[in-house]
């Protein structure tokens, strides 16, 4: 009998398409900037404020990601 451990396919593949989701809303945000900015829209926000918000969730993101690194040999 083999002592090796196996892993789930489906997990990888989950997680896969979970990092994919969040690369397309990071790539999204260009586009939902004309919209938060528009002096006359509904958000008006000002285009520094939304840069921040896209830097919080990029450093939230890679914060996750280092520590999904980290701790993925446990899983494994």
């Known amino acids: ?3 090796e451990k196996t892993t789930n396919g ?3 593949i989950v997680c896969a398409i979970l990092i ?4 397309g809303v990071v790539c ?3 586009a939902f ?10 958000y008006q ?3 520094p404020h939304s840069a921040w918000i896209l830097s919080a969730g990029l ?3 890679a914060q996750v990601l280092i520590w999904a690194g980290i701790c993925s040999h446990f899983l494994w």
Do not use: K, Y
Request: no cysteine; hydrophobic share 55%.
């Open 10 to 12: 489906w997990f990888v």
């Open 20 to 23: 994919q989701i969040a690369f």
């Open 1 to 3: 009998m083999s002592t």
């Open 28 to 30: 999204a945000w260009s």
């Open 59 to 61: 450093f939230l993101f």
């Open 45 to 47: 926000s000002t285009a």
């Open 33 to 42: 900037t004309r919209v938060l900015t528009d002096p006359d829209g509904a």
